[in-house]
């Protein structure tokens, strides 16, 4: 999930949430299951899903602090006794979580696997979480140029909502009109190029609008489906460029660029940043976002 070097400075302001290979895993149980009605709560997607953080060599690895851990230990203390399943891949596209290829699953593929569990599980499933899209970006982001990534995504929205429109199909298929499906709206890591000077503010400034457009489409196929959105995007303050925050060895910040900088590793020094995942006080905050969106029996 480290920025890549070697794109324009716009190109990394469209860059979202990027992963790196880590396998999926069934984690332990948050609490376990009383014998009375659903008992899981299935977490899909990306790096993000997977709880991804750099080392102390700034190697990005698995941890137990992302935000479906954090999640399943909100439910749990409010009595929700769900045992997590995380199945996520790092690195996953709207595409490979279809078809495979990233992690390896008995059923080929993430999404084989979540159905296949669902299948299994069904009337048993209580939550499913997703975040997935931002890896899709990536094709673009090489391009380097501004008028060639503009084309770019103008030709990726529909392929990604196609995509993601397929997977949410088939998750509700496996699990019933009654499960609750969580999609998330993505935080903005690259407002932390309000670092780097005039250029990068400006572009800090362009990456929120585009990640709010794309975002949008995002949540509009959740919704066609009936899930919520967990809405990061706006519980990290994205917009808010106007509040003004010191932080230490940063100097005066736009409020938006210091909670980046709070919430992730993007304004760390090397080995471990900079880098785009959250940290474990935003993984909170991301799934704080997702309990928020979760209302248990309102589809019952």
Sequence with gaps: MHRIATLTVFASAIALAIGTTAAPALAAPAGHDRGRGPGYYVALGDSLSVGIQPDATGADVPTDQGYPDQLASMLQ???EDLRLVKLGCSGETTVTLISGGICTYPGGSQLAAATQFLRQHRGQVSLVTIDIGANDLNPCIALGQTAQIQSCLTALIPQVVASLTTIMSALRQAGGSRVDIIGMRYYDPELA??????????????????LDTYNGYLAGVYQEYGADVADVFTAFGTTDFTGQVTL?????????VATIC??????VPPPQGPNEHANAVGYH????????????????
Aim: glycine share 16%.
């Design 248 to 256: 230490p060895g940063l100097g005066t910040l736009p409020r938006n």
């Design 285 to 300: 905050v991301i799934a704080g976002a997702f309990l928020a969106a979760y209302h248990p029996g309102a589809r019952h």
């Design 77 to 79: 203390r409010r009595g």
């Design 262 to 267: 709070q919430l992730t590793w993007e304004c």
């Design 193 to 210: 190029d309000w670092l780097t000077g005039a250029a990068g503010q400006a572009l800090a400034q362009a990456s929120v609008g585009l």
